[in-house]
């Protein structure tokens, strides 16, 4: 079976960033179903600004209850995908969240998603950390919508 990869060595390194992000700054587990994790994490980027139009009762459905409300918003914050003021629920993106949601689209959407990380993705620069400039949009590209 051909593996689903992007040749483009530059989409390689937004797929290997993708994977920093989901399977080690965000909570993550192979088991279960990973993908579901991923898409809800989209579904919740998507719709930030969350303070805007009540979309935090949006999420809070998605996440089905107050307590895994709180704790989703707080991995999200904790990855620097999202940031808040007063009130969590009411959190925003960060450059780092603006960063994934166009990352997402390079490598074909939401649902190319799992196929990459469980197929060619990995930890870049030999696993060395990465810096900010490893999650900020070039600036030659389409801002993300
Ligand atoms: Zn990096």
Redesign the pocket.
């Known amino acids: 079976m051909p593996e689903p990869s992007p040749t483009d060595p530059a989409l390689e390194d937004v797929a290997d960033?993708l994977y920093?992000i989901f399977c080690d700054k965000l909570p993550y587990c192979g088991c279960g179903t990973p993908d579901a994790g991923y898409r809800l994490i989209h579904q919740i980027l998507t719709l930030a600004p969350l303070y805007e139009d009540q979309r935090w009762q949006q999420v809070e459905a998605l996440c089905g209850t107050p307590g895994a409300h709180q704790l989703v918003l707080a991995a999200l914050n904790d990855a620097d995908l999202l940031e808040h003021g007063s009130v969590i629920s009411g959190s925003w993106l960060t450059d780092r969240g603006r960063w994934v949601l166009w990352a997402i689209e390079q490598i074909g959407g939401i649902d190319a998603l799992e196929a990459v990380i469980d197929g060619p993705a990995g930890y870049?620069?030999d696993a060395e950390g990465?810096?900010d400039a490893?999650f900020t949009i070039p600036a030659e590209a389409k801002p993300a919508p």
């Open positions: 960033h920093v870049p620069h990465c810096t490893c």
